[in-house]
């Protein structure tokens, strides 16, 4: 939904800043790493100009990362020694070719310092960029597991890592390793004590689906005649995932000595943190369950949340619920499903995730865990399809102090109150004033510029040429700094944010962003509204006193008030659509709270 993305920033190296060029020049300023480019880049008084000093620290390179990285692997495998050769095999592939890809990064810096072209820089960093890219990802499909999981977080970080890198691990979306019948018959019986057959009377040997982690296969339970899908972990992810884990962490902390300007490690961290939740495939069972309940309140949103049957650790039971991708526009054309209507409903869904009450919010929205399908049951909402979510093991809970602060910083953007947005982007996420500009361009996806003026405007070709031309390395290592130092559930949440923008962008609604910022502020506008009422609460005495009255009367005025702005806007919108008139524009300088 295309307000609330952190992803549709432009591409690093290429094409992806985050700000207006005069903006880009004030927050150079303040840049937290002024280095010369000797400073930053060489070894020694004279840099890499030598070829002998060049072998020299290639293989000085080399050595002190295999060294590192086998000691990784030693450590996390110290008792499994009839494992050494994979042990020594999948850590070598990690060791060198975190070594050359130093090495290379460091020589081709070096060269493009020595030119004044700036064609020529851009290409040689363009080029550096693409080899080590090509080499990372051989290594990721060879080791396999957790290692496609971090390619394919990886490739979706575009506000982040450089067009090269995202545009070559986008294979591993589709690239997923497959276990075998035999090794999943295996892990059934060792997991549950019988076999597949003792409680399915038909169990499909080929998946349906497989991911990084786990693949899907149907099967019918034979006590009940129910369809199910058995989503079955891969067998062989228990024993590589400590060695995976640690060389994952080595490689980050690494880059970080060598490259200290951009500080990775936050990213290990939170693997660290995710995977064995994601892993615990009970702790999704529950997910699911508790996701199933809280939308039972709100049964207008035609969400479907498969039932859960039984749950082991590496097995998950649930019902069979099917539809097509939701990015599959010829099936919802046939059908007559309103693209707009479905891009409306996920952002329903997806800031009820926010910014409801005890609210769970799925981390992991992407478009293999979505899908849709036509109903002919009007009555959930008039809407004629339903949304299926799959996949519930990476979750969320936003403490309620930060979902306040999110959602009035989300009525400061709308609004354009810039003094107001500052302050609660420093609540959320202890932005500085200086970092301002880059978490505002960051958080909407949009030119700061754009930001301080009218956000509900689309996207102009001047826009993304601006945003574009915009990125300086300063501005690159302000945001990997600032990344390094807000709180995790922040990065989830725009990760959540930059998939389901993915995923409106791919419906090519023909609302532009207005609509999806005007479903944004209700919820925003409903969380400050209950804040307001909690607080009234505390006071002495009850909500009928005079004091107390006069306080709630106001506040949900206040809430009616942008309510009605809301309602009457959506309803103008609606009416342009009906006759078929363009949506998409809007007078930069309207306000609608």
């Not at 493009?112 to 890219?133: F, G, N, Y």
């Not at 910014?355 to 769970?360: D, M, R």
Request: proline residues 4%.
């Amino acid at each position: 939904m295309k307000p609330l993305s952190f992803a549709s920033l432009s591409r690093l190296a290429s094409n992806t800043p985050w700000t207006c060029t005069n903006c880009r020049v004030q927050l150079i300023r303040h840049a937290k790493f002024r280095r010369t480019s000797s400073q930053r880049y060489s070894t020694g008084p004279s840099g890499w100009s030598g070829r002998g000093q060049r072998t020299r620290s290639r293989v000085a390179i080399l050595t002190a990362t295999a060294t590192g990285a086998t000691g990784a692997g030693v450590l996390a495998f110290t008792d499994d020694i009839k494992y050494g050769y994979d042990v020594t095999e999948r850590t070598g592939r990690v060791a060198t070719t975190l070594a050359l890809c130093i090495n290379d990064y460091r020589t081709s810096l070096n060269e493009r310092e020595k030119s004044d072209d700036p064609d020529e820089q851009e290409t040689i960093l363009k080029e550096c960029h693409k080899r080590c890219a090509e080499r990372t990802l051989k290594v990721l499909e060879k080791n396999g597991g957790i290692f496609i999981k971090l390619g394919q977080h990886l490739s979706a970080m575009t506000y982040l890592l450089p067009y090269e890198w995202t545009s070559t691990f986008i294979p591993l979306q589709d690239k997923c390793p497959v276990s075998s019948y035999e090794s999943i018959e295996e892990m059934f019986r060792r997991d549950t004590g019988e076999e597949l057959r003792d409680y399915f009377s038909e169990f499909a040997h080929e998946p349906i689906g497989a991911a990084s982690l786990a693949q899907v296969h149907l099967a019918t339970v034979k006590e009940t005649g129910q369809r199910v899908a058995v989503k079955v972990q891969h067998p062989s992810l228990a024993q590589w995932a400590p060695l995976d884990m640690a060389l994952t962490k080595f490689t980050f902390s690494t880059l970080k000595r060598f490259f200290p300007e951009y500080d990775l490690e936050w990213l290990s961290s939170e693997m660290e943190a995710s995977l064995p939740q994601e892993l615990d495939f009970q702790l999704e069972a529950n997910n699911a369950i508790r996701t199933k309940q809280h939308f039972r309140k709100r049964p207008e949103l035609p969400l479907v949340i498969p039932d859960v049957i039984w749950a082991k650790k590496r097995i998950l039971v649930m019902a069979n619920e099917s539809g097509s991708r939701l990015d599959d526009l010829d099936y919802l054309d046939s059908n007559g499903i309103d693209r707009d209507e479905v891009s409306a409903t996920l952002a329903h869904i997806f800031n009820e995730m926010i910014f409801g009450k005890n609210a769970p919010l799925h981390c992991d929205p992407h478009g293999g865990n979505i899908a849709i399908r036509k109903t002919s049951d009007r009555r959930r909402g008039g809407k004629n399809f339903e949304i299926i979510m799959y996949d519930h093991g990476l979750y969320r809970d936003i403490p309620e102090h930060l979902q306040r602060s999110y959602a009035k910083m989300w009525l400061a953007v709308i609004d354009g109150d810039m003094d107001a947005m500052k302050q609660h982007a420093h609540d959320v996420a202890g932005v500085t004033e200086e970092q301002f500009p880059l978490f505002a361009s960051a958080i909407t996806g949009r030119d700061y510029t754009v930001v301080s003026s009218s956000i509900l405007k689309s996207r102009s070709d001047e826009e993304k040429k601006t945003m574009g031309d915009a990125l300086q390395e300063g501005l690159l290592s302000d945001l990997v700094t600032m990344l390094g130092q807000v709180p995790r559930i922040i990065l989830l949440i725009l990760k959540t944010n930059d998939l389901t923008r993915s995923l409106d962008e791919s419906l090519h609604t023909r609302q532009g962003p207005m609509r999806t910022f005007l479903i944004l502020a209700h919820y925003c506008a409903r969380t400050v509204l209950r804040e307001q009422v909690d607080e009234i609460r505390q006071r002495p005495g009850s909500l009928l006193s005079p004091g107390n009255a006069i306080r709630f009367i106001a506040a949900w005025m206040g809430y009616l008030r942008v309510e009605l702005k809301l309602e009457v806007f959506e309803l103008w919108l609606s009416i342009r659509r009906i006759v078929g008139l363009n949506t998409t524009q809007y007078s930069a300088s309207a306000s609608i709270i």
